[in-house]
């Protein structure tokens, strides 16, 4: 993944300082250590670009990366941008066969100071620009010999210009308007740019920029030959991410839930019923998501079965490579993401494009690569989501899921009634006093060393995203099963005070729990009612067929609580990064 950022300028003085302010935006990308260049001082530190204090000499252009370590350690010398000679260059991707070209480099005596696959294409470019001194054909060539994805910005000594090249990994271009109208950025995202500007040039793969001031020329990155480009406006607000009254954004974007609902169902009839029409024009529909959005597409799934009798089938994009052959012609390709950049889901969506398949999606950003990639596509709305772990946009995209699986059955307005019900339950429920008892709940939890969830029907896949939730901010192992299969084998592991939350209240799920309290379980029920079997009880309201999204809310408190009351930064966990631009 990781954020890349740069400016070409004659308006901005201080080009290393803002892009460091940009990159500050673009965190959620990477937070593992980040680098900034201008024409000749480089900065680089491991930790958080949000921390960082650091000056540069006055510049007028500035490169600079956040980093998500994937080859090579979180380190300095790791860190971007590379230098090698006179290119100096930030790289956000993956070079697959790095390995083969660092082994002919190294054979000609050339020496790497980082074990990063980018290192080596900045020698890359170096050695072709040695042979053609041409760099436009020189970052040509290099990207022929590169297997992966990448989106690199480059720096030569002795040139005035940025160049900039995009195969599969994310980078749009900010033209600078008004007191910027001299000025070009380039970014993986928006975000980082968009004090500035909000005209864009999406480039696409296998394209190519050199940009220089407010002079900015396209090329296909293979034939070399010059493409023309829409000016495009966004119509995205800066929207300033502000915690307000609260201490971490996880806890306030949980809060947010009481209008995001709301928002997510907020689409005119015509919009959901032509969604619909897509749907239901092919010959099989695949989902595919990661992580939690894969969780939500699994909680579809049984939306679907039950509400319009539709059979969906749910697979980890990361997974879809065993399934490609059955993609042709009549297959649905339904992507579910939060960020719509994830790099799995759009390798799976760039082959379906090829075979012909159509392509609906759910994003959270409008203008994100794979809402732009589909034939079909939806946003709910649920705003800026700045935290890694994913909250409100979880329940908002359960609840247009659910909508949609109403709308397949012709009953849109019985869909709308049930989630308009939940959203004013929901107001209700996110209160402080609730907010209070949960983290009671938590102080009790918090030095357990594994937590079991189960959850039946469309709780179960409520049990595996709670499991996520709880894992990824609070690093206390935790799991989830269907409730059915804990007998299978994970009740081996049950002693006494093993806690089990469990999710719903029906005759079986309680039958279960029964079974893991007789082994000496701590049960904590998760239910719109009380029950004898619950030690301790979360409620929720009573939502009918929306019951799986009122049962996320309170895990995401529960999860908060355990991470801050264990000393931990909910927004920003170790390892993580909230946009996956890498496979
Ligand atoms: C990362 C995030 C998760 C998210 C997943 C898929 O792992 O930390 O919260 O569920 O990516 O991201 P997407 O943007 O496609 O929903």
């Given at each position: 993944m990781c954020g890349v950022f740069a400016i070409s300028s004659s308006?901005?003085?201080?080009a290393g300082e803002k892009v460091i302010e940009g990159l500050k935006k673009l965190e959620y990308r990477g937070y593992d250590s980040w680098g900034v260049a201008t024409s000749d001082t480089i900065i680089k530190q491991v930790g958080?670009?949000?921390e960082s204090t650091s000056h540069f000499p006055p510049d007028t252009k500035a490169i600079g990366h956040s980093r998500w370590a994937t080859?090579?350690?979180?380190?300095k010398e790791n860190s971007h941008p590379h230098k090698y000679k006179s290119v100096i260059l930030v790289h956000n991707g993956?070079?697959?066969?790095?390995l083969t070209e660092k082994e002919r480099l190294l054979e000609k005596g050339e020496v790497f100071?980082?074990?990063?696959?980018s290192e080596v294409i900045a020698h890359l470019i170096q050695e072709q620009l040695d042979l053609s001194h041409n760099i436009k054909s020189a970052i040509q060539n290099v990207a022929q010999m590169i297997i992966g994805r990448f989106s690199i910005i480059v720096m030569v000594e002795g040139y005035n210009e940025i160049f900039v090249a995009r195969r599969g990994s994310p980078l749009i271009i900010g033209r600078g308007k008004?007191?910027?109208?001299h000025t070009t950025f380039v970014a993986s995202?928006?975000?980082?740019?968009l004090e500035y500007t909000n005209i864009v040039n999406y480039i696409d793969d296998d394209e190519m920029a050199i940009i220089h001031n407010d002079h900015v020329t396209f090329y296909?990155?293979?034939?070399?030959k010059e493409k023309e480009k829409r000016n495009i406006e966004v119509s995205?607000?800066?929207?300033?991410a502000d915690k307000g009254e609260y201490n971490h954004f996880m806890i306030k974007e949980i809060f947010d839930q009481k209008q995001s609902l709301t928002a997510a169902i907020n689409h005119t009839d015509q919009e959901i019923k032509n969604f619909i029409s897509d749907l239901q024009s092919g010959n099989g529909v695949y989902m595919i998501a990661c992580g939690t959005a894969h969780k939500v597409c699994i909680a579809a799934e049984y939306y679907f079965s039950y509400i319009a009798g539709r059979k969906i089938n749910v697979v980890p994009a990361s997974e879809m490579p065993a399934f490609e052959?059955?993609?042709?012609?009549?297959t649905i390709l339904f992507a579910v993401s939060q960020?719509?950049?994830?790099a799995d889901i759009l390798e799976v969506l760039e082959f379906g494009k090829k075979r012909g398949a159509k392509i609906l999606s759910i994003t959270?950003?409008?203008?994100s690569s794979i809402a732009r990639i589909s034939d079909n596509h939806l946003s709910?709305?649920?705003?800026?989501?700045?935290?890694?772990?994913?909250?409100k946009a979880t329940t908002s995209q359960m609840a247009l899921l659910l909508l949609l699986a109403y709308a397949d059955n012709n009953r849109l307005n019985a869909g709308r009634l049930v989630l308009q019900d939940l959203a004013s339950n929901v107001n209700d429920l996110l209160n402080p006093r609730y907010e209070k008892y949960i983290k009671s709940v938590a102080e009790t939890l918090k030095d357990s060393n594994n937590i079991f969830i189960i959850g039946r029907n469309s709780l179960y896949p409520i049990a595996l995203e709670s499991a996520i939730k709880i894992m990824e901010v609070s690093y206390i192992h935790a799991q989830g099963f269907?409730?059915?299969?804990?007998?299978?084998?994970?009740?081996?592991?049950?002693?006494?005070?093993?806690p089990c939350i469990v999710l719903g209240c029906d005759n079986e799920t309680i039958s279960n729990a029964i079974e893991l309290k007789s082994r000496g379980a701590k049960i904590i029920g998760v239910a719109s009612e009380n029950h004898m079997?619950?030690?301790q009880w979360l409620k929720i309201p009573s939502?009918?067929?929306?019951i799986s999204i009122a049962s996320v809310l309170p895990i995401q408190i529960l999860s908060y609580y355990l991470a801050t009351l264990r000393g931990?930064?909910?927004?920003m966990p170790r390892n993580l990064a909230k946009s996956v631009t890498v496979k």
């Open positions: 308006d901005i003085q201080n958080k670009i949000s080859h090579g350690g979180v380190t993956i070079f697959e066969n790095y100071v980082s074990n990063t696959d008004d007191q910027y109208a995202d928006i975000p980082a740019f296909d990155l293979d034939s070399g995205w607000k800066e929207e300033i052959r059955f993609i042709n012609k009549k960020s719509g950049e994830t959270n950003v409008e203008s709910i709305h649920a705003g800026k989501e700045k935290a890694v772990a994913s909250t269907a409730a059915g299969e804990m007998k299978h084998g994970p009740i081996a592991l049950i002693e006494k005070n093993s079997i619950f030690d939502a009918g067929t929306a931990l930064d909910p927004d």
